[in-house]
């Protein structure tokens, strides 16, 4: 399938038997006007199919990802290895709505060696091998929009090809990142530079296939960002509207479940009371609108629904 959901009734071959056995023309007029009153009904009701797929696992240091938060209560719910790191997914979302595949986030990719894998304890490259199981290759992919650019998201954006040459790894795609965003991954200091690659996104300004975007804004239909700073500039959170679907690919403003608590913050969140009005207002929305909220470091619990009791909020997780 092309990544529609169609009625029976839409089916090109239903259309086709139906046509060819209407044999007035008046009719055969009426019956081509009722198809295409269905075909823009489904296309009204249509719901986006979204895959969580992995790129692997990175490790980071459970006190940057955990922040002020003391490592004997963190380390309940995430156990350390014996260099202080918890293992982290590197997920990334496939969504195929209205004959469009769109990838959000890409994971760190295949280009990462030597120190910086060892230190991370990255094992990625998972991406293609994953598409393919959809059924999919990266020419088929028609979008990528990023949450933002640092190298656990945006790593699997290039690739090296026979020639050592850094080019994008989806020849066909635009991909999408928040101006700002941008600006800062090119004007790095001290403390940015360690999670930035240039390597990983400069290309894709040559080959013509960066589209700059300035806030919340619909980047396709169905497909609305929204401006979600404070883990680092021009950060993004994903929000997917179709067929009564609600779903939004969080970033790493909630990079797991655990950081539902308000006051789960990492320590290398770039404006850290930013991120914590942030999550404060995505969370009540999540809760108010049911939306499907989705981790881009989850390893068991990736995705599920916010729910509020007792002026507690708790996820009731789901697989997708
Ligand atoms: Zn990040
Ligand atoms: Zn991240």
């Given at each position: 399938?092309?990544?529609?959901?169609?009625?029976?009734?839409?089916?090109?071959?239903?259309?086709?038997?139906?046509?060819?056995?209407?044999?007035?023309?008046?009719?055969?007029?009426?019956?081509?006007?009722?198809?295409?009153?269905?075909?823009?009904?489904?296309?009204?009701?249509?719901?986006?199919?979204?895959?969580?797929?992995?790129?692997?696992?990175?490790?980071?240091?459970?006190?940057?990802?955990?922040?002020?938060?003391?490592?004997?209560?963190?380390?309940?719910?995430?156990?350390?290895?014996?260099?202080?790191?918890?293992?982290?997914?590197?997920?990334?979302?496939?969504?195929?709505?209205?004959?469009?595949?769109?990838?959000?986030?890409?994971?760190?990719?295949?280009?990462?060696?030597?120190?910086?894998?060892?230190?991370?304890?990255?094992?990625?490259?998972?991406?293609?091998?994953?598409?393919?199981?959809?059924?999919?290759?990266?020419?088929?992919?028609?979008?990528?929009?990023?949450?933002?650019?640092?190298?656990d998201h945006s790593g699997g954006c290039t690739?090296?090809?026979?020639?050592?040459?850094?080019?994008?790894?989806?020849?066909?795609?635009?991909?999408?990142?928040?101006?700002?965003?941008?600006?800062?991954?090119?004007?790095?200091?001290?403390?940015?530079?360690?999670?930035?690659?240039?390597?990983?996104?400069?290309?894709?300004?040559?080959?013509?296939?960066?589209?700059?975007?300035?806030?919340?804004?619909?980047?396709?239909?169905?497909?609305?960002?929204?401006?979600?700073?404070?883990?680092?500039?021009?950060?993004?959170?994903?929000?997917?509207?179709?067929?009564?679907?609600?779903?939004?690919?969080?970033?790493?403003?909630?990079?797991?479940?655990?950081?539902?608590?308000?006051?789960?913050?990492?320590?290398?969140?770039?404006?850290?009371?930013?991120?914590?009005?942030?999550?404060r207002e995505l969370i009540e929305e999540a809760?108010?609108?049911?939306?499907?909220?989705?981790?881009?470091?989850?390893?068991?619990?990736?995705?599920?629904?916010?729910?509020?009791?007792?002026?507690?909020?708790?996820?009731?997780?789901v697989t997708i």
């Open positions: 399938m092309d990544g529609r959901l169609r009625c029976l009734f839409c089916h090109p071959l239903v259309f086709d038997w139906a046509f060819a056995h209407v044999q007035r023309s008046k009719y055969q007029v009426l019956l081509l006007i009722i198809f295409i009153a269905v075909e823009l009904l489904c296309m009204g009701i249509e719901a986006p199919r979204v895959s969580i797929l992995s790129d692997g696992i990175i490790k980071m240091d459970g006190g940057s990802i955990f922040g002020q938060i003391p490592r004997y209560i963190w380390e309940l719910k995430s156990k350390p290895d014996r260099l202080n790191r918890v293992s982290l997914g590197l997920n990334y979302l496939l969504v195929k709505y209205r004959g469009l595949n769109v990838l959000i986030d890409t994971g760190v990719g295949t280009k990462e060696t030597g120190d910086l894998k060892d230190t991370y304890g990255i094992s990625s490259g998972k991406l293609l091998r994953n598409l393919k199981k959809e059924g999919l290759s990266a020419k088929d992919i028609n979008a990528v929009i990023l949450t933002h650019l640092h190298f690739k090296i090809d026979r020639s050592a040459n850094i080019i994008p790894a989806f020849p066909k795609a635009s991909y999408y990142v928040q101006e700002d965003c941008w600006k800062e991954a090119h004007n790095l200091n001290e403390r940015s530079k360690d999670i930035h690659n240039a390597e990983d996104y400069s290309c894709l300004e040559r080959s013509g296939q960066l589209v700059l975007i300035n806030g919340d804004v619909q980047v396709l239909p169905g497909l609305n960002v929204k401006k979600t700073g404070g883990h680092c500039i021009g950060h993004q959170s994903v929000h997917i509207n179709g067929g009564g679907e609600k779903i939004v690919f969080l970033g790493d403003i909630i990079p797991t479940s655990h950081h539902i608590d308000l006051s789960y913050i990492a320590a290398n969140d770039q404006y850290p009371e930013e991120t914590l009005e942030n999550k809760v108010r609108d049911g939306w499907l909220v989705v981790f881009s470091h989850g390893t068991t619990t990736k995705a599920g629904y916010m729910e509020k009791r007792d002026g507690l909020v708790s996820l009731k997780p």
